[in-house]
């Protein structure tokens, strides 16, 4: 990363990417690929002390650790007081080095010898670059989701990735979860006939979502690097709720889309096969808490997705999430012209399938998906709440195995550039109000 933080988002990546040659050039082809042997301890850094690490990330890292010989060794943080926090939190905890340090940024992180992978879970638009800095210095990383909120940010990232072949995870944690791997082993099998539409929403009632207050009082601009903070995004004055309470700004998140829509669409591309929606519409707005946020507290889009070349076929999705009201809880419905597949019961049933009495009006017959469970011995929570979570866990693990293995994790960095692509171009139809399409050729979002 550049110490003169006034550079733009082009030169930035301009700049990241004339990086690249170098540094490739000088790390060997055996270092991409080298397998880490079960003695060799992994010596993990934590970029960003956020709620998210303390609360989900650092549980499922602990619950593996010991077992796969990994440990955390210091922690990187914009706020000395985060930093303190974390060293407070960790001090004589299991899987951690009693050398642990603190560093001021990602500078001072890579400049270390003593780093070979890296958590990172940073404000959402800061994922993707920081991804770049972890893996152009020779780092594997656990990068949470969303990947992206800006489809430079995602291309320079997943180039990166894909350049150095650094192991990457993408926290979209459903790609670990036994349930979600059984129904798309349904779908694949053919059984359940082409997805013909889905249904996916995300609701709560929770006025303190996403707010920080008692810290945006405390906080001081004197205590972090403001202009480190802001990256590539448009340079302004300080603003302690832009940085505590970013998901509920524009451009630094785009609130909904990024932090709830990116985990289930991503099961949408998973399960179809598609890589991105055809199109989209949006539509949404600031109904109930009007306490000077800019992302919506209601959203809804409608994504058309299926082939490039044959408009022919596809199905839609439908989703829906709101802040204001938690009826409907977290669902996803994957319907076929035979039935449907419910991810919060684990369920596959007929419900809704073609009967007798109406295929026969049109001489056709009857289609019906036999009722069975995805998985009888297994409950994954899809709740809103996500803690120290079976999913969370299993994903973390994943990565931890495949830094070990070399091996490429649940969540590819595809996988999160093609999440990234839906969500931007879903937060563009509803900042717009016009239909927005992906050029898939150009790799560009059009608004028509």
């Known amino acids: 990363m550049e110490n003169n933080h006034q550079t ?24 991409y690929a080298r397998i880490i042997g079960s003695n060799d301890r992994v010596r993990v850094g934590i970029v ?11 549980p499922a890292f602990m619950n593996h650790a010991k077992e796969l010989n990994f440990e955390l060794v210091g922690v990187s943080d914009l706020w000395n007081r985060r ?31 003593d780093v070979d992978a890296v958590i990172i879970s940073t404000a959402d638009f800061q994922h993707a670059l920081h991804c770049v800095e972890a ?21 320079a990232a997943l180039k990166a990735v894909e350049e150095t072949g650094k192991i990457v995870q993408i926290g979209s944690q459903r790609r670990s979860a036994p349930n979600y791997w059984a129904a798309n082993d349904y779908i694949k099998s053919g059984k359940f006939g082409d997805i013909s539409m889905v249904e996916m929403t995300w609701n709560v009632n929770q006025p303190g979502r996403w707010r920080r207050a008692q810290l945006v009082s405390e906080i001081k601009k004197e205590d972090i690097d403001w202009d480190r903070f802001l990256l590539n995004r448009p340079k302004v004055e300080w603003n302690p709720r832009y940085y505590l309470e970013y998901r509920l ?22 399960f179809s096969g598609y890589d991105h929606p055809r199109s989209v519409v949006a539509n ?6 009007k306490d000077g946020r800019m992302n919506a507290d209601t959203f809804t889009a409608v994504f058309d997705y299926g082939p490039d070349n044959d408009p022919t076929k596809g199905f839609q999705v439908l989703y829906s999430s709101r802040m204001h009201n938690e009826a409907g809880g977290v669902k996803e419905y994957y319907f076929s012209n035979g039935g449907m597949i419910n991810l919060d019961t684990n369920k596959i049933s007929p419900e809704g399938g073609l009967k007798a009495e109406y295929a026969k009006a049109m001489n056709m017959q009857p289609n019906l998906l036999a009722e069975t469970s995805l998985r009888s011995d297994i409950k994954m929570e899809t709740g809103a709440n996500t803690g120290g979570d079976p999913m969370t866990s299993l994903h973390m693990r994943n990565w931890l195995e495949c830094v070990r293995s070399r091996k490429q994790p649940n969540a590819s960095v595809k996988a999160g550039y093609n999440h990234s692509v839906a969500n931007i171009m879903a937060t563009k139809a509803l900042h717009t109000g016009k239909r927005v399409t992906f050029d898939a050729q150009k790799q560009e979002i059009i608004t028509s």
């Open 249 to 270: 700004f524009y451009p630094y998140s785009s609130g909904i889309p990024g932090q709830w829509m990116s985990h289930q669409i991503d099961t949408v591309h998973w």
């Open 284 to 289: 949404g707005g600031i109904y109930v808490w």
């Open 8 to 31: 733009s988002r082009r030169d930035f990546l301009k700049k990241t990417a004339l990086g690249t040659a170098g540094l490739a050039m000088s790390m060997s082809a055996s270092s």
């Open 135 to 155: 893996v152009r210095s020779g780092r594997d990383a656990y990068v949470e989701k969303p990947f992206a909120e800006s489809l430079d940010d995602a291309k």
């Open 83 to 113: 930093r303190d926090e974390c060293e407070a939190h960790l001090k004589d905890k299991p899987n951690v080095n009693k050398k642990f340090f603190k560093v001021r940024n990602n500078d001072e992180l890579y400049a270390r010898k």
């Open 48 to 58: 960003g002390f956020s709620d998210r690490f303390r609360q989900s990330l650092l």
